[in-house]
């Protein structure tokens, strides 16, 4: 425990830090679409390392049941009312990598997709929150803190102060963690009440309505005692008009009580030195074994097998949010002017999926892709590669560019939200930097920011120092964890 922790434990009167229940869709490796599954996997564990029993409440999914059936414990069951609906909630227990799982059962919600998508996927999470609430009081955990994340368990806060006057779920603290307010949980108020009961009177620009329909993520932050996101400048950014998507005003009103807290990445999970999906494993001192990474890579992707020429790589999204337009407008241009090679791991819009295959085509040997995802060839790509591309619109946190600097892969990043926050611009005069960056969301400077990472490339002291420099940075979640520490402490 930090002296700042222990300080405050002492100006509260307290002796030990609070207990804390974290509420989340997914959670990984149980369940796991994106990077909210990777915190909420991760940060339990490192709050522990603090003293503080921290412990998760998630939907018990399909993918979760098929592996993991055999290890729950059946707790106990109840049922939902949920408007009309009444439906079954079994809550089963799992102990996994030492951190307490609780998993809310229903075969209807949960028994097929994470996410339905439309209508039915705000039912699933209105199902969701309702359960969690009704089973606080019979839970073998008295949690002092609900953190909440994202807009499918941000009516938490708002019910609980609500419709449980006195009851223990009243005198709960909440926190609520934006991961991307992008994703808000929109709803016609007529569905609103049906779900959740909830009267006229909090149908209101005041509480949960937002540019005409009821809206989850801005109930969320009016209700909860604080709120934060996953990135310093990302908590900045969403107070603007360009990236506030409506919730600009009423989080410029709660500004005191809005923070950043910068993501960590599992340093046990990604760790080029044990990483049991290379092909072989390297240090910060002793980087043979990346070399060896970037060959397999080539071999495997079908690029020319050239260990003097330069890989670009993006494990990504195929969508505007993630710049890939930017990567659209002017890939022509640079494989046709500069020795280099590009690959890309992901999915997304049909337009820039079909973009790159026929890139892929036009540049064999040289531009290269897999539509979908594998996580043994990312985590190839991570340390095979020598620049890794982030060129997002915006970008709330990003675990991409830490997990690229741990395996000693240069990140060339947009300076917006997380990314600002965790790659240092190379200083030519200085040699200080983990990094390449440009601040305009514009395809021109994105490629003038890449034309220089591949003259840095050129000069092996230059590329030495940068690499050493990433693989330097501490991007693992202790430092996360004391300030998620601090914050709890402080709604008390």
């Excluded at 049906?194 to 209101?204: E, S």
């Excluded at 791991?345 to 337009?351: C, H, M, N, V």
Aim: charged share 25%.
């Amino acid at each position: 425990m930090t002296k700042e922790l222990r300080d405050i434990l002492r100006s509260k009167g307290r002796t030990k830090l609070p207990s804390v229940l974290l509420a989340s869709a997914e959670c990984a490796p149980l369940s796991k679409t994106g990077g909210l599954a990777d915190v909420v996997g991760t940060l339990p564990k490192a709050l522990g390392s603090l003293g503080i029993d921290a412990r998760v409440i998630t939907p018990y999914h399909r993918c979760i049941k098929n592996k993991y059936a055999d290890r729950v414990e059946h707790m106990f069951y109840f049922y939902v009312q949920l408007g009309w609906r009444r439906e079954y909630a079994g809550i089963e227990k799992l102990e996994l990598d030492g951190v307490t799982v609780y998993l809310v059962d229903n075969e209807h919600y949960f028994g097929d997709r994470i996410y339905w998508g439309g209508e039915g996927e705000i039912e699933q999470y209105a199902f969701f929150t309702r359960a969690v609430l009704d089973a606080l009081p019979n839970l073998d955990f008295e949690p002092e803190v609900v953190h909440c994340n994202d807009w499918h368990t941000a009516m938490i806060p708002m019910l609980a102060r609500t419709q449980y006057p006195g009851a223990v779920q009243e005198r709960l603290r909440f926190l609520l963690t934006i991961h991307n307010n992008a994703f808000q949980g929109k709803l016609s108020f007529g569905l609103a009440k049906d779900l959740f009961g909830i009267g006229d009177g909090y149908l209101t620009s005041a509480f949960m309505e937002l540019n005409g329909c009821a809206n989850f993520l801005k109930a969320g932050c009016v209700f909860a005692d604080k709120i934060n996101t996953v990135s310093p400048s990302y908590a900045r950014e969403i107070m603007t008009d360009y990236y506030g998507e409506g919730l600009e005003g009423i989080l410029k009103a709660r500004e005191d009580d809005v923070s950043g807290i910068i993501n960590g990445i599992d340093r046990k999970l990604f760790d080029p030195r044990k990483d049991p999906l290379l092909p072989a494993h390297f240090d910060r001192a002793h980087r043979r074994g990346k070399a060896v990474c970037k060959a397999e890579l080539q071999r495997r992707m079908g690029l020319e097998p050239n260990p003097e020429v330069p890989i670009f790589a993006m494990v990504t999204r195929m969508t505007e949010q993630k710049g890939f337009d930017l990567v659209a407008c002017v890939l022509d241009e640079l494989m046709g002017r500069e020795e280099m090679q590009f690959m890309l791991l992901g999915s997304g819009e049909e337009r820039f999926e079909n973009f790159m295959r026929a890139a892929e085509y036009r540049y064999k040997g040289r531009v290269c892709s897999y539509i979908g995802y594998h996580a043994e060839l990312a985590n190839l790509i991570y340390a095979g590669s020598d620049f890794f591309l982030m060129p997002s619109r915006y970008e709330p946190c990003g675990l991409s560019q830490m997990i690229a600097m741990r395996y000693g892969t240069v990140p060339v990043v947009r300076e917006t939200g997380g990314l600002r926050d965790t790659v240092a611009p190379y200083n030519r005069f200085t040699g200080e930097g983990t990094g390449f960056c440009f601040a305009n969301y514009d395809a021109w400077e994105m490629r003038d920011a890449i034309r220089t990472a591949l003259g840095c490339y050129k000069n092996k002291e230059i590329m030495n120092g940068l690499i050493n420099n990433a693989m330097k940075a501490d991007f693992g979640f202790d430092r996360s964890a004391a300030e998620y520490a601090r914050l709890y402490l402080c709604m008390l």
